[in-house]
């Protein structure tokens, strides 16, 4: 099976195995990964890439992988980053070049919230809604208070299952505010939600500290931290994949319910809940004006 994309020919090989145990094979990975990188790319583009490779199935288990290989083909885009330990990345900046990692058995896709040419600088705001064991009715409803909180802050609030056991909710982020600055008000947030909701969420890192409540974690919002890209599989049973959702789906949908075999009829039916998100970044320092007047 070949994939075209102008002057570049991606020859995929052993199309036929299967690598999630309910049938799934390698080419119905790529086929997938072809079919949305339209609206995928433009997220993927010019951040770290940090693959999780499944080279014989994710039965067999998987490996992560950050530095580009040497093996690439010179359109693959890289970009280097760190202090006296360096890393070369890859990118993944064209539909070409998610479906020549798909073929390299590369089925999840962790990003910086931040771009190659202003790493210090994100362009993502994360909360990482991790919940306590069968807890997602909580995650919903934390959730929905961090919705109606960045309406008040004036960040644009989007929404997406992980693929595993919780949910990212997000803001884009205009990139002109330092990962301290952005932390800084994660912070805040975490603060006053543990102060008005102490029953509902935590920030206790160890999971014995938290008796029951959620685990509000912003740590995907410091510089070489990375999250899971919108719309990447899961290497979980299922072919789960990391799915945005509209804030109207949210009593319906389960971390992992969206899979690889549901994602074109929804994009097809709904459209891409995402659509927007580029659409009116928002302001660091705008919402800490704010969240400082509401609650001084």
């Not at 997000?170 to 301290?180: N, W």
């Not at 102060?195 to 890192?205: C, G, I, M, N, R």
């Not at 994949?241 to 899979?259: C, F, Q, R, Y």
């Amino acid at each position: 099976m070949n994939y075209v994309f102008g002057d570049i020919t991606i020859a995929c090989t052993n199309t036929d195995r299967v690598v999630f145990p309910e049938g799934i094979t390698k080419g119905d990975v790529i086929a997938y990964y072809a079919d949305v990188a339209e609206i995928m790319v433009p997220e993927l583009r010019d951040r770290p890439l940090t693959i999780e490779r499944f080279t014989k199935g994710t039965d067999k288990g998987g490996f992560y992988q950050k530095h580009a290989q040497k093996h690439y083909p010179a359109w693959i885009g890289r970009t280097t980053h760190g202090g006296k330990t360096k890393v070369t990345y890859p990118l993944c900046d064209s539909p070409a070049a998610l479906v020549y990692f798909a073929n390299q058995g590369g089925f999840v896709f962790h990003v910086w919230t931040s771009r190659k040419d202003t790493p210090s600088n994100p362009d993502l705001l994360v909360f990482d809604l991790d919940p306590p064991d069968d807890g997602f009715p909580l995650v919903r409803r934390v959730a929905r208070l961090l919705h109606e909180l960045f309406d008040e802050l004036e960040l644009p609030a989007f929404v997406k299952t992980t693929g595993s056991k919780g949910l990212h909710v997000c803001a884009p982020l205009d990139g002109k505010a330092t990962f301290d600055q952005v932390h800084a008000l994660c912070a805040a947030i975490n603060g006053m939600l543990g102060a008005s909701h102490p029953d509902l969420v935590t920030t206790e890192f160890y999971k014995k500290d938290r008796k029951g409540r959620l685990y509000l974690d912003t740590m995907r919002n410091t510089l070489g931290a990375t999250v899971v890209a919108a719309y990447s599989l899961r290497g979980k049973p299922g072919a789960p994949v990391s799915a945005p959702i509209a804030w109207s789906e949210l009593d319906t949908i389960t971390a992992d319910g969206i899979t690889l075999r549901d994602v074109r009829a929804r994009l097809d039916k709904l459209g891409d809940p995402w659509a927007s998100l580029r659409a009116r970044p928002g302001s660091i320092t705008e919402a800490a004006k704010r969240l400082a007047a509401k609650f001084p």
